[in-house]
């Protein structure tokens, strides 16, 4: 047992934008971890609506003055970027049992290649359970109103 | 943040029996928390397969040697037994899509009662998907052999 | 086309109790009918937690002073019930990806047996979705607050 | 209550191209609504397969003679659309439990939106429930015939 | 490989009673075995609707001169039973995704104590997907007419 | 009945590449039928990952010396290839319920096109469960192994 060890979670994602549910999965995994690395996946990247520094400064400033959340992106596969980051844990965060198939089969394979990984999963709210970014830039981009859908402290205006 | 507090997760249910999939869940559970609290809902003793007491010694049984693991059983609202036990974490394994819909109900529910309560959800193992006490007690009652559903360490016979 | 006879919807369930969610669902519907009967199925009456009797005065006094809302109760099938009361449409609320592969199957045996009568499904709001009167239940009958879960004009221990 | 006012609904989609399922979704929509306008999204155009024109014609020619069937197309959020329309009814028809988690975030997000809109969901019957517009075009591009999965007035080569 | 032998399935349930969603599944399994035993499990027996012999009779009255399917019953385990009978394959019919999860336990499980065995599934034609046992006792016991869900060829009061 | 004719699947696909759970599929439906016909669809061909003539080839390789495994390809319909090939069933592996909706709405279709055809769907071992030739994909182009993903007998570096 490695517990006087420091519990360092990634939580991996494209973040297309970063939504308020991304927000709520990570705050609530505040107390349960002593560092928690907030991970843009680069295969996200191409066709992506916002760049990856903008994503990046974006969530930077979600999380301005909470030391242990870090912000990186990553290329390959996740379970590389968890080693290289002595991360025992990915944060992942279920929204619906459709999102719940597509994780446990993207976990189950990543146990298989990194045994030493734990997949731990938190739950959006339910306010914040039909938000996905998709849908977000789909809101974006047909000019409508996506503040709600965004972490209040942030104005999405300044990232694009 | 209260990181220097004690993690404290309860894992409530009716283990009637307690499967392999269980012990899979809290073994992994023990790089992230400081206490597991193994708690048998008191609801769920009527009409029991197994004895309340004979449960327990089954749990205990099972991870003798790990003081981190506790063996208890509640009456009332597990949120009522949490935080009686300081804890600020419901541990709970998900198994399949149907398992998740109704493991989030009540994850959102016991955030509506008591909202510093995290539900904190780990997969089980492919190999054990299919394993619940039901089914496991299907096979007891049918004379079949379940050992290779119940932890390796116990003889299911000791407990009956 | 009978566009201009009165829109009679059934809203059948054992409301055991009548929850938040019911209301939501009651008066989202209110726009879209003319009339809308709350009607009690008989075959929930057995091993009920609430008389009958207390089910419709709670209803009764959600609904105060809205005239298209009636509460009734009925033994027998549902189409048969709706045949009696000149309704063409079945109110349903749908919470989850579970309840909705229960209630096509029923909605499709209804079409089947009266091909008159539609299936009308509305969403619970996302804070409705964890509630089901099992639940509810539950809390009740362990000691915790359920009111939140309930109609905020009734106070549910004046129903016991 | 204006429950003395029209009652509209708009029907969207892409409908690329309308199929059996869809024409049994307004047919049934039809004793609810005093006006259904069927909207053809304008992000479905790029790469669609039936043109704009096309599929308009072809969704005329169904409903021809039915004067409470509009149809239109439109950009933007169709909440917005709704609202040029007056409509405060959204029409949509499930077919299968995936169908139904999808429905549910973009009903939720469109309520966020638009709270004065309600979303109205009807079932499509068992035999339409494999229908939908991918599968169609699959068929018609390989060389197959659709036209059991057509609404059985019209000829789908009159519009390509 | 054995393929010159005869390929038995077992067509296991509680059949209380046999629905035309169930005679379906065995006409289309009938070119794909040489013998298929449907087999009423026992445990299904205790409050029941139908007794276990007018259940039996009713089925072999479905298949009256086909003799390659043939009418049994058993207690204990189902792969028990498929041993006994020298079948390496057990037949399933699925309707719903929810069907599918409990059915792909009980396959996993089945494949765990007796891996010979093979869980071959057939899916119901869409018609029959709302099908089943249960809602068929209610509309009996409701005194609806519940002939079009049962197969033809019976008069369901002949078996009462 | 025509149980004497030659029982002949088609087990259509992409293939791109095929897995450790595609070759359990197969093996497992070995003592079902008499010939399986592994098809690569065409319309799987543009932005493959793999050419066509080296996923034929790595198939041809897995099953060397089974001569009732046959390695195809079509153009056009499933159905169309069945008939062309005398096939009367068309064999598919489920692995989640995601899968069962998506599997259902083909079978059901194919089911419409050609009544004479029957799916028939056999389940992936709980291990095989999160594999699927995507998430393969992605592993080797992140240049992890993927070898305990694919077929034990060969080397898929030999086949790009």
């Known amino acids: 047992m490695k517990n006087n060890e420091k519990k360092i979670a990634v939580f991996p994602g494209s973040f297309d934008p970063f939504t308020r549910g991304h927000e709520s999965i990570v705050n609530r995994a505040l107390s349960l971890f002593d560092e928690i690395v ?21 969530i930077r400033d979600v999380f301005k003055g909470i030391d242990m959340v870090k912000v ?9 970027f968890c080693r290289k980051n002595n991360a025992l844990f990915l944060l ?14 993207i976990a ?3 146990k298989a290649m990194a045994p030493e990984i ?8 339910p306010e914040m359970t039909p938000i996905n970014s998709t849908i977000v830039r789909d809101i974006i981009r047909n000019g409508g109103d996506a503040s709600k859908f965004l972490p209040s402290s942030i104005n999405i205006n300044n990232y694009r």
């Open 108 to 110: 189950q394979l990543n």
């Open 72 to 80: 990186s992106h990553y290329e390959g596969l996740t379970v590389d």
């Open 38 to 58: 907030i991970a843009i996946g680069a295969n996200a990247l191409k066709d992506g609506f916002f760049t990856l520094e903008n994503r990046k400064q974006m």
């Open 92 to 105: 992942r965060g279920i929204r619906t049992a459709a999102d719940f198939e597509y994780e446990r089969a």
């Open 118 to 125: 734990e997949s731990v999963m938190l739950l959006t709210t």
